[in-house]
């Protein structure tokens, strides 16, 4: 049976920072075993299913700086093909470490239906210039029709300006969606993800954000 038609599986989204995959020091190993244990535990014992949609992290930033110092000024598309193809490395190497679970496609266009998925475990990658992992994130929780999508960054809370050109700025912890639509817009307001990803969203789904895996 096509896990995606099962009756009684959860399905979640999850939308992993390549930050916290491969961070300035590199892979991040540590992480990664957090990861494997966190979701592995979530399948077995609470009959969960996982689109997990992984960013590029200091993969893309090193190759995006290469090409910089080589040749000076790069075309936003090029600098995005890039940060692109190092979401799709990113991901072949979480898909190795579910490879008994997980699909054994990268999804990598989001216009294409999976159909015959079996697997309780679905990676995705960076689709096309314009497109963030946490854009393609929301479009998965759409057309799959996720119960929750979780946000793993290394920014811990939605804040009501840029924490690191104000020393003042405040934490929101709580809020609501109607809320939320209106600060989203302002200029200046630092979320843990592109303010259109979750304006893309409705209001039944619930989102966490969070900087690690220790949510249950």
């Not at 959860?10 to 957090?34: A, R």
Request: one cysteine or more; charged letters at 25%; hydrophobic letters at 40%.
């Amino acid at each position: 049976m096509n896990i995606l038609d099962r009756k009684g599986v959860e399905t979640v989204v999850l939308s992993v920072g390549g930050s916290l995959i491969v961070p300035k020091t590199g892979i991040d190993v540590d992480f990664l075993k957090k990861l494997n244990v966190f979701i592995r535990k979530q399948v077995k014992e609470s009959n969960r299913r996982f689109f997990i949609v992984i960013g590029g992290g200091a993969t893309a930033r090193n190759y995006r700086d290469a090409a910089r110092d080589v040749v000076g000024q790069i075309s936003d598309e090029d600098l995005d093909w890039i940060g692109i193809h190092s979401t799709r490395l990113n991901a072949h190497l979480v898909r190795t470490i579910f490879q008994d679970i997980a699909h054994p496609r990268i999804i990598e266009n989001y216009d294409k239906p999976l159909m015959g998925a079996k697997e309780s475990v679905i990676i995705g990658s960076g689709w096309k210039p314009g497109w963030s992992t946490d854009y393609c994130a929301a479009v998965l929780a759409r057309d799959y029709k996720a119960s929750l999508i979780i946000n793993l960054s290394n920014i811990d809370y939605v804040y009501d300006k840029d924490p690191r050109e104000f020393s003042d700025a405040k934490i929101i912890k709580h809020t609501t969606w109607d809320s939320s639509k209106v600060l989203f817009l302002k200029n200046g307001f630092l979320v843990p993800m592109p303010r259109l990803t979750l304006l893309h969203l409705d209001s039944q789904k619930t989102w966490y954000c969070s900087n690690s895996c220790k949510r249950q």
